[in-house]
């Protein structure tokens, strides 16, 4: 069953028995606030007309007593004055019934058969008359039975009431509140089920675009209709829709360089050792010949050399982003000069010049990445440098947000289309000038790592023939 379902039913049935129960009370309250009434009415109209039988009783014993005659005829006066007594009050709906104290009747205009027993004349008391609700036939009647003293003679006075109109009264509110609550359930049932699917248009939405993303439509948007909490789950679907679509993006990236990685790594692998096996099989199979010896040694040399330079990048490569380094605060200045004494020997030998300009600073980071990262970049700035040519290597803050190291060369430059390309692994700008000097083109894509690392980033600026300079910005702390 639907949500929107769910919300109707439940929203119908509870306002289906808040009604129907509170109708319920209202009528019960008010038929018994009615019945109430009716016998208090009773009670009331009952001790008024013995209070006017024993007055008009007293009246007739004090004229009688002045003229001289004596009278005990209680029983005529009764039957004399009772339906005078009946007209005072509603006629039509009202009777009497009065029998002496042997259970004789004196006066009855109440002409309907009464069937069973009167527990009412039992033994009543004047002081306090008792009622009862009586049914006969389809009307329903209120005796009050008590005790009337006239002078010494006692009588039992039964004072009948028509209440059949309280009932009548009762079940026509009851006909009138099933015809009000047919109109009503029909007008809430209709105006529930549009109100309902208005009000969750949002999440009929929500439940197609879930559907769209599921089947791989990442680009799929939930369109926002409230600010209400259906709303808010609504643009929070959106956000998490950008989140997946772009990490499935992110991931697909991955793969396909993941994939390029291992092509070109395979292609890097294959080059060498198809020339390494071929010089081989050229000195195996043919006769000795000095030159021809040492120029297939010299070769495999060089590409052996290629091969353990490959090996040793890729294992800086793996160990970067497999392993996150302890950064602690270092001195810079040491740590280049030790960066400078250990390039010196080829700096010398290719004629090249490193100048140093280092700011003291100290840098959060470690030692051995620090000092790889610098190392890298100074080999690609040699391997591009003309002999007798400038390195330089600069260390500076930056409007005190970052402090920067900076390697500069003066030689071949990248093309500018090729910029954006120099951190991706393997990749070569002169593939031959890099190959001949044992090159991988993993250089910029491990310094790329490190940065990373130390949440720092890196920027690269170079004209052809002119030079190259590499910034890494790292965060001032």
């Not at 939405?205 to 948007?221: D, E, K």
Request: charged share 25%; proline share 3%.
């Amino acid at each position: 069953m639907k949500l929107w379902h769910k919300v109707f039913l439940c929203t119908f049935l509870l306002f289906e028995v808040l009604f129907n129960g509170a109708s319920f009370y209202l009528i019960e309250h008010n038929f018994n606030r009615n019945l109430k009434a009716e016998i208090d009415r009773g009670l009331t109209e009952r001790r008024a007309i013995a209070s006017q039988m024993q007055s008009d009783w007293s009246y007739v014993l004090s004229l009688s007593n002045n003229l001289g005659v004596k009278t005990d005829d209680s029983i005529q006066l009764i039957r004399n004055n009772s339906q005078k007594y009946i007209r005072t009050f509603d006629n039509d709906r009202v009777f009497l019934e009065i029998s002496d104290s042997a259970q004789i009747e004196v006066f009855n205009n109440f002409n309907r058969r009464i069937n069973g027993k009167r527990p009412e004349l039992d033994a009543p008391s004047s002081d306090r008359p008792v009622y009862i609700l009586r049914d006969i036939g389809k009307q329903t009647y209120l005796f009050v039975t008590g005790k009337l003293m006239l002078g010494g003679t006692g009588f039992t006075m039964s004072y009948i009431r028509d209440i059949s109109g309280v009932y009548s009264d009762k079940s026509a509110q009851f006909r009138l509140f099933f015809q009000i609550n047919i109109i009503i359930t029909f007008i809430l049932g209709v105006g529930l089920y549009w109100v309902i699917r208005y009000l969750t248009r949002s999440i009929r939405s929500l439940t197609q675009s879930a559907q769209t993303v599921a089947r791989g439509l990442y680009s799929q948007r939930v369109r926002v209709h409230s600010d209400d909490e259906i709303g808010i789950l609504a643009q929070n679907f959106n956000r998490m829709a950008d989140a997946v679509e772009e990490k499935v993006i992110e991931l697909e990236v991955t793969a396909m360089q993941r994939q390029k990685f291992i092509d070109v790594l395979t292609h890097e692998l294959r080059t060498p050792l198809t020339s390494i096996i071929g010089y081989a099989d050229l000195l195996r199979t043919t006769k000795y010949n000095e030159e021809v010896f040492f120029k297939a040694m010299n070769y495999i040399y060089s590409e052996g050399r290629r091969l353990e330079s490959l090996s040793f990048k890729l294992m800086d490569l793996i160990l970067i982003g497999n392993e996150m380094p302890k950064l602690k605060q270092q001195d810079i200045m040491p740590l280049c000069l030790d960066v400078e004494e250990a390039l010196q020997p080829r700096l010398e030998r290719l004629k090249l010049t490193l100048v140093l300009s280092i700011e003291p600073y100290r840098l959060f980071t470690e030692k051995d990445l620090f000092m790889l990262l610098c190392t890298n970049l100074l080999d690609n700035a040699i391997k591009a440098s003309r002999d007798g040519g400038r390195i330089y290597l600069r260390g500076y803050l930056v409007d005190h947000h970052y402090y920067a190291i900076e390697v500069e060369d003066e030689g071949i430059g990248i093309p500018e289309q090729d910029v954006p390309k120099v951190f991706e692994p393997f990749f070569m700008v002169d593939k031959a000038r890099t190959r001949s000097q044992h090159g991988a083109g993993l250089g910029l894509a491990i310094c790329s790592e490190i940065v990373k690392l130390h949440e720092g980033r890196i920027e690269i600026t170079s004209r052809e023939e002119v030079g190259t300079q590499v910034k890494i910005l790292f965060p001032h702390i």
